[in-house]
């Protein structure tokens, strides 16, 4: 009886093709419990898979000629070019894993491909939008007044990442820091407690809760959904205040990230420095001046941005 494999549903002994190897490599994301890096997959896997309309697709068949017939389908359905940007380099490096573990032989069908992503209209908000943001009167509208001290909180955080934030536990906190590793890199950062971060911490965090924030209320395997339904919520709330305070542009939590380093850059805080501050480690032109850098450098910019708040 021929054998199937489970994991890539592919007949054991055969080379996968295609969509057995991206498949195997979505299921080993889901088993890391890297979510967000699995749903890139998974949404790049429906798309190619939808146009290609050939699940037995061997690797020798993606060919320069393969993907640009995609890039067109692509195009010809109104789809936006940062997306196909987004499409190609989560195909490209599917690829090249298959490259790496000689699947196939790499004859670089990507190479007349453009991967590059357009430039996207900017984020940031401006420091006076920060400081009407913050003097609004919310007592009476709990929903906004705890979505905009979220968004305060990852700015006084330096910019923090909303995912970042909900995973805080009070076991972070040592000494006058939080010190925690970013989901995205795991790259270890240390931001330095002051009185902006301390009333939020003081104002909002649960009794007998091992988190530093009410975003997570349970432990277990459902702290993603939790996370992102918090996350909705929020976004949502912000939109309406965005609204309110007038902004052109849409408020959201990421938006804090921007106006930080934004801001931090007018200051005159140097870009090693705000690098190394959101926790930038793909940059390579300012590698070489981070490891110089120490956390209470970081902290100074910091309390120079929050001193006029």
Request: glycine share 4%; proline share 3%; hydrophobic share 35%.
């Amino acid at each position: 009886m021929t054998k199937i494999n489970q994991r890539t549903h592919s007949v054991e002994g055969a080379t996968p093709t295609f969509f057995d190897h991206m498949q195997g490599i979505i299921e080993r994301l889901k088993a890391m419990d890297r979510a967000g890096t699995c749903r890139t997959y998974t949404k790049t896997y429906k798309s190619f898979s939808a146009f290609c309309q050939q699940p037995n697709l061997s690797m020798q068949e993606i060919t320069q000629e393969k993907v640009e017939e995609y890039e067109a389908w692509l195009r010809h359905r109104n789809v936006g070019p940062n997306t196909i940007s987004f499409y190609m380099r989560i195909l490209r490096a599917t690829y090249n894993r298959a490259v790496r573990l000689g699947m196939v032989t790499d004859i670089r069908p990507f190479s007349h491909v453009s991967i590059k992503a357009e430039k996207t209209s900017k984020r940031a908000i401006m420091w006076s939008d920060i400081k009407r943001l913050k003097e609004l009167d919310l007592s009476r509208k709990k929903r906004l007044e705890w979505a905009r001290d979220i968004f305060l909180f990852l700015f006084y955080c330096r910019g923090m990442s909303f995912i970042d934030a909900a995973y805080l536990r009070m076991s972070d906190i040592y000494s006058d820091n939080i010190v925690y590793r970013r989901h995205k890199t795991h790259q270890q950062l240390i931001v330095g407690l002051n009185d902006h971060i301390r009333s939020i911490i003081e104002k909002y965090h649960p009794a007998d809760s091992p988190f530093i924030l009410p975003i997570l209320s349970k432990e277990g395997k459902d702290q993603r959904k939790q996370y992102e339904a918090a996350l909705r919520r929020i976004n949502n709330a912000l939109k309406k205040l965005g609204e309110m305070i007038e902004l052109s542009s849409l408020l959201t939590t990421y938006v804090s990230r921007h106006s930080w380093a934004t801001i931090a850059k007018t200051k005159g805080v140097p870009l090693a420095v705000i690098s190394d501050a959101l926790g930038h480690d793909s940059e390579a032109t300012t590698q070489v001046y981070l490891a110089s850098i120490s956390s209470d450098e970081i902290n100074r910019a910091n309390d120079l941005i929050l001193n006029d708040l």
